[in-house]
């Protein structure tokens, strides 16, 4: 199911037994799990009905004794695992078998902070369970969901306002309710934020925004896109940054075709970006020739078939990468070229 249906699910509180949040975007799993455990874990059953499992340090035979142990003094006990990806084979399939016939009076829930994984036993665990996919939010998602977070925790936020926490702080829904969050103890009383607000408060954390490392490729700036990456490393994960700059030298294609200023608003349509970022987007475009967004697809290709198949550390391939679009090197030039075909 989307994220959002699982909202909607959990306000409406209908609940499912067993759990799975998977995707790259970990502020909405981080989320979910948070808004489900304030509904099932109340403080004073939590020390005697919650247990918190990683899937690094503890195997299916352990999990599953624990979510077959009857609740104290409650009606149900709740198992968190994260990191299900670290299991092995076989701990997989036996959580999915689980998963189909859960317990009736344990809820579990389960984590996995990646695009996908091809670990046999994924698949079925996602199928038993309830699959909630925490995806990256699209450019022209992320003004919208700023106003429907900000709405959801009894404030206001006006066009402008959200346009620039979005421009400024990017898709991390983490950072993005971070920022809110300080906005929020700002305010006081005050019910609507305004962009005053967001200059003075949100900290314009521009060296964490995956925008801001677009803006950077697109002004073929190698120093600042590479310090970009660095901080922005910690939290993004390399699948999520090739395919935002997939997605982004896509939206520079349809920017060649239309040029104009007063194309702005079609150009936004046709890209799925809000038109604060049009304008931008053709700037950017003035600096790469038809070929060279052809070579930069070209790169991004590349290094997501070594980052896949060759053992390659992502954070070498990422920088590597960066380099190679900006200085127009061509992928045969990148680790393991020869062994694509």
């Not at 979510?67 to 092995?88: C, E, F, G, N, T």
Request: glycine share 6%.
């Amino acid at each position: 199911m989307r994220y959002e249906e699982f909202l909607d699910e959990v306000q409406n509180n209908r609940f499912k037994p067993v759990y799975f949040f998977a995707g790259e975007e970990t502020g909405f799993i981080d989320e979910g799990v948070d808004c489900l455990l304030q509904k099932l874990v109340t403080p004073e059953i939590r020390d005697f009905n919650l247990d918190v499992f990683y899937g690094s340090e503890v195997n299916a035979a352990r999990v599953l004794d624990s979510a077959a142990k009857y609740p104290l003094m409650a009606a149900h006990r709740v198992i968190l695992l994260r990191d299900v990806q670290k299991m092995s084979p076989s701990d997989l399939e036996a959580l999915a078998k689980y998963a189909s016939k859960p317990s009736r009076t344990t809820y579990l829930l389960v984590t996995m902070r990646d695009k996908e994984s091809r670990k046999k036993g994924i698949e079925a665990l996602r199928k038993a369970a309830a699959y909630v996919e925490c995806k990256p939010l699209y450019e022209n998602q992320i003004v919208p969901w700023i106003q429907k977070y900000v709405r959801r925790v009894g404030r206001s936020i006006t066009g402008p306002a959200a346009q620039l926490l979005a421009s400024e702080v990017g898709a991390s829904t983490s950072l993005l309710r971070s920022e809110i969050e300080k906005i929020q103890l700002f305010l006081g009383a005050r019910q609507e934020i305004n962009e005053d607000d967001v200059q003075q408060v949100a900290g314009l954390r521009k060296e964490h925004s995956i925008f801001s490392l677009q803006d950077a490729v697109g002004a073929k700036d190698v120093t600042t896109a590479l310090r970009i990456y660095e901080n922005l490393a910690a939290n993004t994960s390399a699948g999520a940054i090739v395919s935002s700059l997939a997605r982004y030298f896509g939206q520079l294609h349809l920017a060649h075709g239309l040029p104009a200023r007063r194309d702005q608003a079609q150009l936004a349509e046709k890209a799925g970006v809000h038109t604060f970022f049009a304008e931008r987007l053709q700037k950017a475009a003035q600096n790469y020739a038809p070929a060279d967004l052809c070579n930069a697809l070209e790169v991004l290709l590349h290094t997501d078939y070594v980052m896949k198949t060759q053992g390659i550390e992502e954070a070498l391939a990422i920088r590597l990468m960066l380099v190679a679009i900006i200085r127009g090197f061509s992928p045969q030039y990148l680790p393991a070229a020869e062994g694509r075909k």
